[in-house]
């Protein structure tokens, strides 16, 4: 797997990869300690590919409530997208 995957350390609210760069991206309890929701799903829509997967899991993520009118645009819309990606 070493020769097949690179490393980068960044930060996801501002991404160093090109638009369009990834087939896939996966995380497990990031966006929860997100500290502007809003960009690391800008962000993740601009890196993945428009027929890319996301997949992420999360124990615990603001409430939908308290969530700002954008960080809810964009909740949906990932939120759409994977249940697109799973259910057609």
Do not use: W
Not at 2 to 13: A, D, H, I, S, W
Request: charged share 30%; proline share 1%; hydrophobic share 35%.
């Amino acid at each position: 797997v070493e020769r097949l995957t690179k490393f980068k350390v960044g930060n996801y609210q501002n991404m160093i990869f090109k638009n369009n760069s990834f087939d896939a991206c996966y995380g497990v309890e990031t966006l929860s300690h997100a500290t502007d929701l809003n960009k690391v799903v800008k962000e993740i829509y601009r890196v993945v590919k428009p027929s890319g997967t996301c997949v992420f899991f999360e124990y615990k993520i603001k409430n939908i409530e308290k969530m700002s009118e954008r960080e809810r645009y964009y909740y949906k819309l990932i939120k759409k997208r994977i249940f697109h990606e799973f259910f057609g």
